[in-house]
């Protein structure tokens, strides 16, 4: 979602909501402007067009009947989350990404969002620069940990059992943390749109009747753990276990690799994962701006 410009503004510039007939130029400009991130298909975007969800907040940027750019947040109550900005690469430089965000701004700010948040990875210091510059402050770091699954520690489950659900779980009752500050934003409107493509599961770990930890998850060669998240008691015992469970099931799914995403205050959770031999492989900037509403 790092991609930003400075703005030099465009009169002939339009940006509206964005409709289902936009996915696949959307997902282009994603392919060609995001190099280095994980890349979501041609369906994944069809399906977020097609969410009825008062969450999910989704424009371009059109010029000359054109495509060029294009945003996506997830909204709460007061809060939000941009998951997306990008810019068509052959259209730099003409102020579109500081429109777009100026654009879902203002909407967010009229729908009672106090503040809103991102990230930025630590290889994109222009984007990091172009937050910044409109107003956005860094306020901490996501690390992102990976493991091949052969390399991660075997350990018991020591009472723990597990199932794996398809789809996501609705209604859960359990308070849980999870592993990432932004979760709690996108959780349900990434489960709506993956549940439409079918190939979401979720592993459900308990011990005795006590729910302790779940991960949403889709099988891939890199699976990319889409949710995860623990019980308060014993947190780190959780996590250890919910991975181990995962390495089973990705072994049996043929999965690689797994890479998990996880808040830098969250220490005991990322020693837990240190320990199952997970390495750090990147780091993303933690960035928020409070918006002015009414």
Do not use: C
């Not at 210091?125 to 990976?146: D, E, T």
């Amino acid at each position: 979602m790092d991609d930003g410009e400075d703005d030099s503004g465009d009169s002939s510039l339009v940006v509206r909501r964005a409709h289902v007939r936009d996915a696949r130029h959307m997902y282009m400009i994603h392919v060609r402007s995001l190099a280095g991130v994980d890349r979501e298909g041609l369906d994944w975007f069809k399906g977020l067009l097609r969410v009825r969800s008062r969450r999910v907040k989704a424009l371009v940027a059109v010029l000359n009947g054109e495509v060029v750019g294009f945003t996506i947040a997830y909204k709460g109550r007061d809060r939000a989350y941009i998951d997306y900005l990008a810019v068509d690469p052959r259209y730099r430089g003409m102020g579109i990404g500081s429109r777009l965000l100026r654009e879902l701004e203002q909407l967010l700010a009229r729908e009672g969002v106090e503040e809103v948040g991102l990230s930025v990875k630590d290889s994109n210091m222009q984007a990091l620069q172009f937050y910044i510059k409109n107003g956005y402050v860094v306020r901490g770091v996501v690390l992102v940990l990976s493991a091949r699954v052969g390399d991660i520690a075997d350990g018991p489950l020591d009472g723990y059992r597990f199932q794996v659900v398809k789809g996501g779980v609705r209604g859960l009752k359990v308070k849980v943390i999870p592993t990432t500050w932004w979760s709690s934003l996108t959780e349900e409107p990434d489960r709506m749109v993956y549940e439409r493509l079918r190939d979401e599961y979720t592993l459900l770990l308990y011990k005795g009747s006590r729910l302790k930890g779940l991960a949403e998850f889709s099988p891939r060669r890199v699976m990319n753990i889409d949710y995860i998240a623990v019980s308060y008691s014993r947190p780190k015992d959780a996590l250890k276990t919910l991975v181990r469970a995962l390495k089973e099931e990705a072994t049996r799914r043929g999965v690689e690799e797994l890479v998990v995403y996880i808040d830098g205050s969250k220490n005991g959770l990322i020693n837990a994962l240190l320990e199952l031999n997970f390495k750090t492989v990147r780091a993303e900037y933690r960035l928020s701006k409070e918006l002015t509403t009414g």
